[in-house]
C-alpha cells in the first residue's frame, strides 16, 4: 500500500509523536490524511470559492471579467469532478452522497458559507482567502511532483492534473482583487483586512477541528493506539509552538503573488508578518 499525500503535508508527522509510531500506524494516517486533503480542496472550491465565482459571473464591472469567472467556476468545476470520483472510489461508504466526512460541513454551515460568497462585494477579504489558497494549491501540487514512486498513483495523477491550472486562476484572482478590493471604500477595506486577518487565524492556520478530526478517524481505525488519544491531541496541540511546522504552512516564497499584491494597501500589512520564512 503506498500514502496518499507527501508525509511533510500532514500535520502530525511533524511531531516527536509521530516518530513513535509503527510504519502500518504512519500510512494509516497519511491515507486518511490525504483523503482530508481531497475534501479540502472540494470545500475551498465549491464551498468557499463556487458562490463567489457565481457572483461574480453575473455582476463583475465588466464582460471580460464576468467571462473569466464563468471560465474559472468551470475549471473548478472539473477539478471537484476529480477529486470526487477519487474519494468515492477509494470510500464508497463516506462519500457516494457527500463529500465531506473529515471536515465538519453539514448543511447550516454550507448555507452560510455559500450565502458570504453570494455577498463577496461587501466582502472581498473572500478574494484573498481564494488567491492564497490558489497558491497554496500550487505550492502542494509541486510537493506531490517532487515526491517519488512511494505515492499512490491515482492521487500524484490528479494533482498533476490540477497543477496546470493553478497559474490561470492565480492570474484571474488578481484581476478580481483590483476590480472589487481596489475600488471598495478604505473603510470597507479595514473592515474586510481585520476579518481575514482574524479568519486566517482562527481556521486556516493551525490544524483545529478538522485536523483534529482526521486524527479521531485514525484512532478509531487503529484501536490499539487509542490508550495513546491523549499524546496525540498533546502532539497536535504542541504545533503551535512548533516553528519549522508553522513555517511551512505560508511560505512567502510560496505565496510570492500575496506577499507582492498585499503590499499596495497598508491595511494588509499584518499579511507581510503572517507569511512565514
Known sequence: MKRFT???LTPLSWTPFYATLGTDDRLAYNRLHGLYFLEQTIFFEQLLGRPVLDHLARHAPDESLRREAREFAEEENLHTSWFRDLLREERPGWYSKSDFHLIGAGAPQRLIIRWLGRNVRFLPALLWLQLMAEERALYFGLQFMKDDDSLDG??????????ADEPGHIRRDELFIHAL???ASPRLRSLNAKLLHWLL???FLLPK???WNVVEHWLKERPHLIPRRDEARQAMDGLARNEAFVKSLYPRRHLPRTATLSQAWQELAFLQRFLTD
Open 6 to 8: 507527501p508525509e511533510n
Open 154 to 163: 491515482r492521487f500524484r495523477a490528479v494533482q498533476k492534473k490540477h497543477l
Open 181 to 183: 478590493w481596489d475600488t
Open 201 to 203: 487565524r482562527e481556521y
Open 209 to 211: 477541528r478538522s485536523g
